[in-house]
């Protein structure tokens, strides 16, 4: 199994706040949306609450401490290990928040798919440094702000070295 982390995150590792995105970049989630779709998508509760509803053809799977927690249309469970369990027979998965499950993921991740958005911000929830001596960047794309994208941004794809 091939595993990657997706995110969205800003200069100042800022990825959320109040459970919520704080920008709107059309391209990240057409990006998103291409990387993902026929995959298994791993997220914590509180992503799922701020999606509101299962992805459209991708598998989701949620981890809560929440024991008696369900979800119709997921599969849920109780730690990372369990989610990668539960999926080690796929062929790729993405990890897409949040914060708490990135961290415990960095580790694992043979892939990341960083939209970095060139500003910074206020928030409360951030990802984890990327360490150059664990990963390399293998493509970047710069793009400039347009009407459907607030802020400058870049798509970096690592791998792990």
């Known amino acids: 199994m091939n ?4 995110v969205a995150a800003s200069r100042n590792n800022v990825i959320g706040k109040d459970n919520q995105l704080i920008w709107r970049l059309s391209a990240d ?4 949306k ?23 053809n991708r598998t989701s799977v949620i981890i809560t401490r929440q024991e008696n927690y369900k979800q119709e249309g997921c599969i849920v469970v109780h730690s990372l290990e369990e989610a990668l369990d539960a999926v080690k027979d796929q062929d790729k998965v993405f990890i897409i928040g949040g914060g708490t499950i990135y961290e415990q993921a960095m580790e694992k991740a043979d892939e990341l798919y960083l939209t970095l ?34 802020y400058p941004y870049s798509f970096i794809d690592y791998k792990r070295k």
Do not use: Y
């Open 3 to 6: 595993l990657a982390i997706i």
């Open 29 to 32: 989630l057409k990006r998103f």
């Open 34 to 56: 291409a990387l993902t779709t026929g995959h298994t998508i791993i997220m914590g509760r509180k992503t799922f609450d701020s999606i509101g509803k299962p992805l459209p």
């Open 117 to 150: 958005v060139h500003k910074e911000f206020e928030g409360d929830t951030f990802f984890p440094e990327i360490k150059s001596a664990q990963w390399e960047s293998i493509t970047r794309e710069d793009c400039m702000p347009d009407e459907k994208n607030e």
